[in-house]
């Protein structure tokens, strides 16, 4: 939580020298320089994920200062981190309406995006998430701001030992409770996250791809030792020169 007091703690403190005008030179120095000002556009729609979900919720803090409002959806799985964000603003003295959390589903955020009073919206999300926010806002001709994410893939070249750069980044990982500072592999989030890493290696396999049997027997006992809450730790899988993590 440190960082985010950092955040917000430092577009407070420098709103006033972020927003002041500024000079910008022309090309053409007989018309003179032009002078840069901010003004706010008026509401926006902000489309978080659930991953770090308090530090995706102190971005708002730089609409805010920009004299902006902000609507915010947040992922469907940590609902209190937004009720509790939400709480949070307004217990520091935030008027009623500068920061409203919806809890709307996927048609109902499509009616946000094209309503007439929302002036632009940022996604931080999945690329397929991305590519149907962007479909919808290119139809309304809406401004826009997304940060999009990729499955981190662990790339091999064709010309390194495969084997010992499986081995170094396993050797690199620790599994475990995501509650311990230790740990830096934790279990995916939810039962569906862990049927769709299923379903991606049953795919990777029925493909040609071959389970290493070190890392095959690390699966097993990860997922053996978590069944009881449909969790999933990770697998490795190897095609061809390059190794792929899932």
């Known amino acids: 939580m440190n960082i985010c007091t950092e955040i917000m703690s430092y577009y407070a403190d420098n709103a006033k020298e972020l927003l002041k005008p500024h000079f ?6 007989m018309s003179g320089n032009a002078v840069g000002i901010y003004q706010p556009l008026g509401i926006i729609y902000m489309i978080e994920p659930w991953n770090v979900p308090f530090f995706q919720m102190t971005r708002p803090a ?3 200062m920009a004299g902006n409002v902000v609507v915010l959806k947040h992922a469907s799985n940590c609902p ?7 709480k949070l603003f307004k217990d520091a003295g935030l008027p ?7 809890f709307i589903d996927y048609k109902q955020s499509d009616d946000l995006i094209a309503d007439p ?15 149907g926010v962007a479909a919808k806002l290119g139809h309304n001709l809406k401004k826009c701001v997304m940060e999009l994410g990729g499955s981190d893939a662990m790339v091999v070249m064709p010309d390194a030992d495969i084997q010992k750069s499986v081995q170094g ?3 690199q990982m620790i599994v475990g409770n995501p509650l311990n500072p230790e740990t830096t592999l934790a279990p995916v989030c939810s039962k569906k996250a862990a049927d769709k890493v299923r ?10 791809a071959k389970m290493l049997d070190k890392i095959t027997m690390g699966y097993k006992r990860c997922k053996f030792s978590m ?17 792929i993590t899932y």
């Open 96 to 102: 009623d309406g500068c920061l409203t959390n919806l």
């Open 199 to 208: 379903a991606q290696i049953e795919k990777a396999v029925a493909n040609e």
């Open 24 to 29: 910008v030179k022309t090309t053409d120095q």
């Open 80 to 86: 209190q981190c937004a009720l509790t964000m939400e």
């Open 227 to 243: 069944i009881k809450e449909q969790k999933l730790f990770f697998c490795w899988c190897e095609v061809n020169t390059t190794t």
């Open 117 to 131: 009073r929302i002036c632009g919206i940022t996604l931080t999300g999945s690329t397929t998430v991305g590519r």
């Open 169 to 171: 980044a396993i050797d």
């Open 62 to 64: 730089a609409q805010l």
